[in-house]
């Protein structure tokens, strides 16, 4: 199942591919056949969502491209480099570099201001100043509607905005492509179509592929491209 409402980008712009992807899970008796074989491609500027039931490999694909974990078989290249056979090093430099992500569940650090969760990533990364990652931080939390909120505990904020940290964070480091992973399966109706729409609005503008896992029909339905998963591979 695909769709699309824009023509197909060139070959320039793509920023992610994956190729042939084999992954195993456990070991013995248990041992599954989570990934048979997945390709996948995406491009700047544009938003996929990956639907399909729970256990077709979805998370664990999202985790392989995500450089979280790495594939039995298959290829990852992220802007023409192939990651999936770096060492941990690498891979490691590679997500702070290109990935940012967002999970269902926000992990902010609650004892921390929003301010500060955003530049976290910033931190780890050591690229700005500090006047310029407090300079960044701001921009993005207001660009998701915090603006007002930048001092505020994480325990002062309701799931929504907690959820909006979270999306500004994962852009805090300009990434090539943004994973979310049932990014407003804990949020409302309300909620849900805000963080959406913040999303993808901020991840447009910055030129961000973004690759969502969601079992919501109506968030997959607005995205650029929707592709189907069933028993480990898209259908």
Do not use: W
Not at 20 to 29: A, E, K, T
């Amino acid at each position: 199942m695909q769709s699309s409402s824009t023509s197909a980008a060139p070959e320039s712009e793509l920023v992610l591919r994956c190729t042939g992807l084999h992954r195993h899970l456990g070991q013995g008796d248990a041992r599954v056949h989570v990934l048979r074989g997945v390709s996948f491609e995406a491009r700047r500027g544009q938003v996929y969502a990956i639907v399909g039931p729970s256990g077709c490999g979805k998370s664990t694909l999202l985790y392989l491209l995500g450089l979280l974990d790495r594939p039995d078989e298959g290829r990852i290249e992220i802007n023409g480099r192939l990651m999936s056979n770096d060492d941990d090093a690498a891979r490691t430099a590679a997500r702070g570099a290109h990935i940012g992500f967002v999970f269902q569940f926000h992990f902010l650090m609650l004892e921390f201001t929003a301010l500060e969760n955003v530049m976290m990533p910033m931190l780890k990364q050591g690229r700005l100043t500090g006047p310029e990652m407090e300079a960044r931080a701001h921009a993005l939390l207001g660009a998701v509607g915090l603006g007002a909120k930048t001092g505020r505990l994480g325990t002062q904020l309701s799931g929504g905005e907690q959820q909006r940290v979270a999306v500004a964070r994962a852009l805090a480091n300009q990434p090539t492509v943004l994973l979310a992973d049932e990014p407003t399966g804990n949020l409302d109706v309300k909620n849900s179509g805000l963080v959406f729409d913040l999303l993808t609005q901020l991840a447009r503008e910055h030129g961000q592929a973004v690759i969502l896992v969601t079992h919501n029909p109506d968030l997959a339905a607005r995205c650029d491209v929707t592709r189907a998963m069933r028993d480990g591979l898209f259908v």
